[in-house]
Each structure stands twice: as C-alpha cells, then as structure tokens.
C-alpha cells in the first residue's frame, strides 16, 4: 500500500543516494588531485651528482720558462781559418782572451780539435782518429789525467807525448806525427807542439766534447743540444 500525504510528492529513494553519491565522488575525486599537486610541488628538485656537475676546464699548464744559457760557453769568435785545415796544420791564438771555462771539441766527421776559452775559440787543428775495429767513442770526456812525457803501455812502449787521459780503457789526446793515411788505435792525435799548448791550457776536469758532423758557430753553446 502506498501511502499519501496531501500534495506531498515522494521521489523514490534511489535517485537520492545516486545524487549524493555522484557528489560526494566528485569531491573526492578534487580532494585526490588537489593533493597530488601539492606532493609535486612540495617534491625537492632531482639534483645533479657533484661529479657528474659541469667543471670549467683546467687552465693550461704555463710553459716553464727557458733556462738562461750560460754566456761563458756561447761562442763569441772562431779563429779566421782559410779553407780546411790541412793534416799537420794546427792555429792557435790567446792574446786578449780573458780566463774563462776550457772547453775542447772533436768532430770526427770533419777531423779537427777546437780549442775554446770563454766562449773564444783560441786554437784549432787536423787530427787523427781512431779505426773501424778501434773506434775514437763519441760523448763527454773529463780529462781524468795528464803526463807531459808518456809512453803506451799496450802498444811497444811508443810515445805519447803530452797526454790527457779521457777514458778507462786509454783513449787520450796526446802529440803524434799526424799525417794523410795514418791512424789511431782510438786516441785523438794531434801535431806535438799543439799538444804542448794544449796540455799548457787545461786542467783535470775540463770536458772533451766529441761529436760527429755537430755544426756549431758564433752565438751557439758549446754545452748544450
């Protein structure tokens, strides 16, 4: 039976819930989106590792500054020789040149010792050298020695004067008859009276530069490349 109340109008019950439930999902629904902005926009900023951080690029490393050469071995004269010195030939000339470091040089390709002070070339001269099978050793040689007056101990006493001991095994620069077509057994043989002004000049210690085919002038070192 149903019943009625005057002009009253009963709507049936399911319309009502359906209404309020439809709201009440809705306003979850804005609830829910409302609190996922604000977990995003509360959420901290993802951050690069310090590591994988953009670094600015290292300065280049500055070049070291060049070692000052020293003037006292900078060739400063060479002696006014005409043409190549002939075998036997030998010039030498001190006057005016200043004390000053001795340094001695050897080109094997070219066969003559200079003789340097300070940087002033004082005396030059043809050489002998050494063979194939006995070779004169290319390097830096101290002088470890000197006798004005001695003779070979490995080669039937002959005479080697004015020697200047270079290595342990008996290469020296000592006086000799140098001529065209002779040889050495290692030694650097110069004309006896340039071996007499040489001895007269150096001293134990002073370095023997021997170089093959090295050209060097005025302006170069004499100790250095």
Same mark, same amino acid.
């Given at each position: ?7 009253? $109008? ?32 509360? =959420?901290?900023?993802? =951050? ?37 010195? $002939? ?65 070979? $101990? ?72």
């Amino acid at each position: 039976m149903v019943r009625k109340a005057g002009n009253r $109008r009963e709507e049936p019950m399911g319309l009502k819930l359906n209404a309020a439930t439809g709201l009440m999902g809705a306003f979850v629904v804005l609830v829910g989106a409302a609190g996922w902005l604000m977990v995003q926009n509360t =959420r901290p900023e993802a =951050r690069v590792p310090a590591a994988m951080a953009a670094r600015p690029a290292p300065a280049p490393a500055k070049a070291a500054p060049p070692r000052p050469r020293d003037e006292r071995f900078v060739i400063k004269r060479v002696l006014p020789i005409k043409g190549p010195i $002939r075998y036997g030939e030998w010039h030498w000339d001190d006057k005016g040149v200043a004390d000053g470091p001795l340094v001695v040089t050897v080109d094997l390709d070219a066969r003559v010792l200079s003789v340097f002070r300070g940087g002033y070339e004082i005396g030059a001269t043809a050489v002998l050298l050494g063979t194939s099978e006995k070779p004169t050793p290319l390097g830096v040689f101290p002088i470890k020695w000197k006798k004005a007056e001695h003779y070979s $101990r490995t080669y039937d006493l002959a005479p080697m004067p004015f020697t200047q001991n270079l290595t342990e095994d008996g290469v020296a620069i000592h006086g000799t008859k140098v001529e065209k077509g002779y040889a050495s057994h290692g030694c650097i043989g110069v004309p006896d009276d340039f071996a007499r002004r040489l001895f007269g000049v150096t001293e134990i210690g002073d370095k023997v530069y021997i170089t093959r085919g090295k050209r060097i002038g005025k302006g170069d070192s004499l100790i250095e490349g």
